[in-house]
């Protein structure tokens, strides 16, 4: 099994933070997804529960943050097609 330094942890973490899919981290940094959901469980532990709901609600709004993008670049696809249309 692979050892990993505090330092790496902590950037892992800190990408989940800022918003990324546990799951994007693990593949981008060709790591088990098991791996980085045991480091991502562990920091949730350790912080305090309203800085934990902030760091929810941070993600949530990210999330649909996203969506919302993936649906204005449908649109604007969508858009651009049927105005090529006779």
Known sequence: MKQFSQEFKNSVI??????????GVAKSL???????NSWWRKAKEELPQEQLSAEQEIARL???????????????KATA????MP
């Open 14 to 23: 800190e990408r989940i933070r800022n918003g990324e899919t546990q799951m």
């Open 30 to 36: 060709e790591i088990s997804c098991k791996t980085v």
């Open 62 to 76: 990210k999330k649909l943050l996203r969506e919302r993008e993936a649906e204005i670049d449908f649109l604007k």
């Open 81 to 84: 097609y049927f105005a090529k």
